[in-house]
């Protein structure tokens, strides 16, 4: 199931795929020198995690597994974002849920905080019932595959104008011919992502709001 929250449901296995949280991304902005209010740090971060709850309430998840990107620099790791994300992981693993992640390449620090956010750690290529987790998508995948680190986006275009929505985007299978790969969008909304082009894709499927949308891939010559 592709959600609005920027989220899949792995109903099988009642696991929620989520990826790119960027966790501190303020903070770490804030450290370089950038004027970021604690307002708005401690409301990117809440915001997300909200979503996060919701998602796992509304589907009935018992667990998280984020693929890669749960953090997003050293810098952003101060005590009141590490605190605030503890309290609520926490109290999700007090009901049942538990959070594991297939790292990325921005959770070179997440040995600082797993232990008290009760994160476990999977292997940056994780199998499980046939299918393959990892943060960046592989040239060519040998089995079906989920991932993230492109933080998709497709552009809407009409009347002159144009809109980029975050996506779930699905290359490699019917097109190429191999296993297929799945790219979650950028769980976080604060971030910029990479249009891709529908010609490319077996499917896409466009984020608008509550709802989520086929984007039908244009004929390839």
Request: with cysteine; hydrophobic share 40%.
């Amino acid at each position: 199931m592709l959600l609005a929250s920027r989220a899949a449901y792995w109903t099988e296995a009642r696991t929620l795929l989520v990826a790119d949280l960027h966790l501190g991304k303020g903070e770490a902005l804030r450290a370089g020198g950038a004027p970021m209010p604690g307002s708005v740090l401690r409301g990117d971060v809440q915001e997300q995690l909200n979503r996060l709850e919701d998602a796992i309430n509304r589907c009935g998840a018992r667990r998280v597994m984020v693929l890669g990107d749960l953090l997003h620099a050293p810098e952003g790791l101060d005590e009141a974002m590490v605190a605030q994300v503890e309290r609520r992981f926490v109290a999700w693993r007090t009901v049942g849920v538990c959070v594991c992640i297939v790292p990325g390449n921005h959770d070179r620090k997440l040995d600082r905080v797993s232990g008290r956010w009760c994160v476990q750690t999977l292997a940056p290529e994780y199998h499980e019932r046939g299918l393959t987790f990892q943060h960046a998508p592989p040239t060519k995948a040998q089995r079906p595959t989920w991932c993230g680190h492109v933080h998709p986006v497709v552009r809407i275009r009409g009347g002159g104008d144009s809109l980029k929505l975050p996506c779930f985007a699905f290359q490699g299978g019917r097109s190429q011919g191999g296993a297929g790969v799945a790219i979650l969008p950028a769980f976080t909304g604060f971030s910029s992502g990479a249009a891709l082009d529908p010609r490319t894709l077996d499917a896409a499927y466009a984020i608008a709001g509550e709802r989520v949308l086929l984007i039908a891939p244009h004929a390839r010559g």
